[in-house]
């Protein structure tokens, strides 16, 4: 699996941000937030992060305070809180979850070619089966 990073991000307000409040450089910020869209794509792939600091931190790859980490993304506004009190990421249908959408439209697609071919396959055998003709009967043998 992979993902769309934009180029933008490298020199996002998010990241300086980021960067500032948790004391490191901008690569590494920018680190961060990248492992944890990758780890969110197989883990949380509609949106909704597990209210685990913890788990955020691992998914970022982060050695430092869990807390820490997980309170500077919220205030940067790389995680949201929803009304129902859910941790979502910040505009994830835009970006992970349109990646998402397409993997399960192509996976459905497949799956529904596959099965059509199978129901290609039973039908020409079924019109052959049903044929009264023995072909061999119809070939002129001294032509071959």
């Known amino acids: 699996m992979w993902t769309r990073v934009d180029t933008g991000l490298r020199d996002h307000r998010k990241i300086r941000k980021l960067s500032k ?5 901008e690569a590494h910020a920018l680190g961060l937030v ?7 794509l197989n883990n949380w792939g509609h949106g909704q992060v597990e209210q685990d600091p913890d788990e955020v931190a691992h998914a970022c790859c982060w050695k430092g305070d869990a807390t820490d980490l997980t309170q500077a993304f919220f205030d940067v506004g790389f995680l949201d809180v929803d009304m129902h009190g859910n941790w979502l990421i910040h505009d994830w249908d835009m970006y992970g979850g349109k990646y998402i959408k ?5 996976r459905d697609r497949a799956a529904n070619w596959r099965n059509e071919k199978k129901v290609r396959a039973a039908d020409a055998k079924e019109i052959t089966k049903n044929l009264d003709i023995n072909f061999s009967d119809l070939v002129d043998k001294k032509s071959l």
């Open 34 to 40: 990248v492992n944890f869209w990758l780890y969110s």
């Open 102 to 106: 397409q993997i399960e439209r192509n």
């Open 21 to 25: 409040i948790l004391e490191l450089e």
